[in-house]
Each structure stands twice: as structure tokens, then as C-alpha cells.
């Protein structure tokens, strides 16, 4: 009679694990043929390997032409700062503004992080303060942007073809920094707020 038990129970095992292989392959099957049917699994177009290759050759050449990011230091308690330096000539609304100085922040932020968390940190620590600034026209934040980086200062110009579509010159704000206070203003001391 035990025997006749382990042979049943034994059956039920064999049928209770065909019918989990079976629903886990039929699952697996049913999960790849949707994908197929939706396009999630086709394999990468020409344009979409062109666009990543676009993304990862300006970020490369966004880290050649910076300085060296992690030689800047801040003392103890030495107050930091984040510039956004606006172009003046576009005559943004303010939406716009605050739209493309916190893609520069962010930017700066992200650029920094990576290379001098410890700057990012104390700019924390200290307030984060942001200053905005108006600058006169592209060529003047071009230069402003050679000056920062030619001081190990992190600078990140942002683009945006649809609010420069009159101009040939996209950039609409250059952040620079966070940084301290003094070394920030040997580059855009002279402006004047926003």
C-alpha cells in the first residue's frame, strides 16, 4: 500500500512539474513573440547608432576641453558658488530661463560629481547658492567659457535651436562652477545680475 501512495505521489510531482515547465516555457515564448509583435526587439537602426555615437563624441569632447576639474579646492567654511550667465540679447521670458539655467546647473553638477565630489559637496554644505547673470551676446559667453576652463573650472554652455532660431549662435546660458566665490568672480566679476 505505501508503495501504491509513492507511486501516486510520485505521478502528481511529475504532472505538478510538467505543467510549471510548461507554463514557464509557454510564458517565455508568448513574452519574446509579443516583443517581436510590438517592435521591442527589433535590432538598432543606422540613425539610432548614429544619435548614441553623436552623445558619446560630445561628452568626450565636453571632458577634452575641460581643465583639470578636480584641482579645484575650497578651504574650510570658503563660501561657494554656481553662475548662470543668461544671454541678454534673446530676450528670454522667464519660463525659458528658468528652463535652460537648470539644464546648466544640472549639467555642472553632473560634469563636477564625476570628477570632484568633494567641491560638489562643500558647494552643498555652504548654501548651493546660484547666481544669475546677464551676459551681452554668444561671442561674450564663448569667452567667458574659454576663461573658466583655462582656470580648472567646470563651464557647460546649454544649446537650444528653438529659442535662438533667429541666430545662428544656439547657446542661451553658461554655468560655471560650483566653485569658490573668489576664483569664480576673476571670471564673470564684472557682470551684473540678472
Request: proline fraction near 3%; include cysteine.
Amino acid at each position: 500500500m505505501l508503495t501504491k501512495e509513492l507511486s501516486v505521489l510520485a505521478q502528481v510531482i511529475i504532472v505538478f512539474t510538467s505543467i510549471v515547465v510548461g507554463f514557464k516555457l509557454g510564458s517565455s515564448a508568448s513574452s519574446s513573440a509579443s516583443k517581436e509583435l510590438n517592435g521591442l526587439d527589433k535590432p538598432e537602426t543606422h540613425l539610432e547608432t548614429e544619435i548614441e555615437d553623436d552623445k558619446a563624441s560630445q561628452e568626450t569632447l565636453e571632458e577634452l576641453a575641460d581643465g583639470d576639474l578636480a584641482a579645484v579646492r575650497a578651504e574650510s567654511w570658503e563660501p561657494c558658488k554656481l553662475v548662470l550667465v543668461v544671454r541678454g540679447d534673446l530676450h528670454l521670458d522667464p519660463a525659458n530661463i528658468s528652463t535652460q539655467c537648470s539644464d546648466a546647473t544640472l549639467a555642472c553638477y553632473k560634469a563636477l560629481l564625476s570628477k570632484n565630489p568633494q567641491l560638489v559637496r562643500h558647494w552643498e554644505v555652504t548654501g548651493q547658492a546660484k547666481i544669475a547673470l546677464k551676459g551681452t551676446s554668444h561671442e561674450q559667453l564663448s569667452e567667458l567659457e574659454a576663461i573658466a576652463k583655462s582656470l580648472n573650472l567646470c563651464a557647460r554652455f546649454i544649446h537650444n535651436k528653438d529659442l535662438t532660431k533667429n541666430s545662428e549662435d544656439t547657446g542661451t546660458v553658461l554655468g560655471i562652477g560650483p566653485a569658490p566665490v573668489e576664483l569664480i568672480n576673476q571670471v564673470t566679476g564684472k557682470l551684473r545680475l540678472l
